[in-house]
């Protein structure tokens, strides 16, 4: 049985959610998402609660109603606050720059990486060597993030690197002189 899937999502002040068919429409100040909702999961939208309910006790129907749940909170969350990731640049040369929806990132190679943020992501430049990526779609946000961190991930010994806000990176001992 699953405890995400059971829990009842308050809904914001502000948004508003609908469902016609098996498509849910959330709207809020930041934005409006839809989400495609399996046929084992019916949505039930009260005045201020959205419920997720399994139509069937199999595995899979249990499986995606924790699923359902978890989307649709994100979804709240994201019209009505949006999302964030900060990523910092460590290393001598490395830096971002941001252009519009472009990110070209400076990160030890022979050329600059260009990157174009994807349709309804934000870019902002804080400094040279730290960016914060916002949207309202929580999967979008956090897969750019990501695809910018895979640049150059830090790395172990000098802790150089592209990484998130407040990531600690475990170092390592180099080798030692023998005696």
Do not use: C, W
């Amino acid at each position: 049985m699953s405890r995400i899937g059971n829990r009842k999502l308050s809904i914001p002040t502000g948004v508003t959610a609908s469902l016609n068919g098996n498509v849910l429409t959330v709207k809020g100040a930041k934005g409006e998402l839809t989400l495609t909702v399996d046929e084992l999961i019916d949505v039930q939208i009260s005045e201020n609660e959205i419920e997720t309910i399994r139509k069937n006790s199999s595995k899979r129907a249990n499986v995606v109603q924790g699923t359902t749940n978890s989307l649709i909170n994100n979804m709240l969350i994201g019209v009505s606050n949006g999302y964030e990731k900060g990523l910092e640049a460590v290393g001598v040369g490395y830096r971002f720059n941001v252009a519009g929806n472009k990110l070209t990132i400076n990160a030890g190679y022979s050329h600059p990486v260009v990157m174009e943020a994807p349709a309804g992501i934000t870019i902002t430049g804080v400094s040279n060597t730290e960016i914060t990526i916002a949207g309202i779609d929580k999967q979008k946000v956090t897969e750019f993030a990501a695809k910018v961190r895979e640049v150059r991930e830090p790395e172990p010994y000098k802790g150089k690197g592209i990484r998130y806000k407040g990531e600690h990176v475990r170092r390592k001992e180099g080798k030692k002189a023998a005696k």
